[in-house]
T-cell receptor, first 113, second 112 residues
Framework: QQQVKQSPQSLIVQKGGISIINCAYE??????FPWYQQFPGKGPALLIA?????SEKKEGRFTISFNKSAKQFSLHIMDSQPGDSATYFC????????????FGEGTQLTVNP | EAGVTQSPTHLIKTRGQQATLRCSPI?????VYWYQQALGLGLQFLLW???????NRGNFPPRFSGRQFPNYSSELNVNALELEDSALYLC???????????FGEGSWLTVV
């Protein structure tokens, strides 16, 4: 019940295109859903996060869409750039686990110029 | 403001030895988390410390242990190293449980 499933495993997008990464969770106690971006050799960096009281959150080119009934959330990267090429992890946590995050398996995004 | 800092950056150990990794959280943060990221794999939760106490533990054998000091820094100890322990070990901190967590750059452990 602690799992977070992420897809696709890898994604190739042309510059200017839209990148979409999906995640699904099982634990209904999860109430915080962040996305992290990780470049090779670096630690993950918080990109954007959402709580289930809203269905969408946008920050610049990055948007999280959240569907509580389906227990799914997704990351949309608009106008994808080569500099966005990285591994993206979705995650989830709940009050009972403190900030302990359960991560998805990761998506390796490549944006071709 | 300094972020989460980890040391050493790289560590090479022989199978059977012990490794100690260190982490300094962001100033004011009381919670420290340790994750293991094996090459090409996701982030696996290891340990969570808050206010000096171990709050939660992931599905790892007892030879993975750690502690949190009064200044909230933390160390991760891995005893009886095995080849499959080779990974990036990430430390993260949060202001308190339930707040956003921020990661350090990690410590690369190679077991030969």
């Amino acid at each position: 019940q602690q799992q977070v499933k992420q897809s696709p495993q890898s994604l190739i997008v042309q510059k200017g295109g839209i990148s979409i990464i999906n995640c699904a969770y099982e634990n209904t106690a999860f109430d915080y859903f962040p996305w992290y971006q990780q470049f090779p050799g670096k630690g993950p960096a918080l990109l954007i996060a959402i709580r289930p009281d809203v269905s969408e959150k946008k920050e610049g080119r990055f948007t999280i869409s959240f569907n509580k009934s389906a227990k799914q959330f997704s990351l949309h990267i608009m106008d994808s750039q080569p500099g966005d090429s990285a591994t993206y992890f979705c995650a989830a946590s709940g009050e009972t686990s403190g900030s302990r995050l359960t991560f998805g398996e990761g998506t390796q995004l490549t944006v071709n110029p | 403001e300094a972020g989460v800092t980890q040391s050493p950056t790289h560590l090479i150990k022989t199978r059977g030895q012990q490794a100690t990794l260190r982490c300094s959280p962001i100033s004011g943060h009381t919670s420290v988390y340790w994750y293991q990221q094996a090459l090409g794999l996701g982030l696996q939760f290891l340990l969570w410390y808050d206010e000096g106490e171990e709050r939660n533990r992931g599905n790892f054998p007892p030879r993975f242990s750690g502690r949190q000091f009064p200044n909230y820094s933390s160390e991760l100890n891995v005893n009886a190293l095995e080849l499959e322990d080779s990974a990036l070990y990430l430390c993260a901190s949060s202001l308190s449980p339930g707040h956003t967590i921020y990661f350090g750059e990690g410590s690369w452990l190679t077991v030969v």
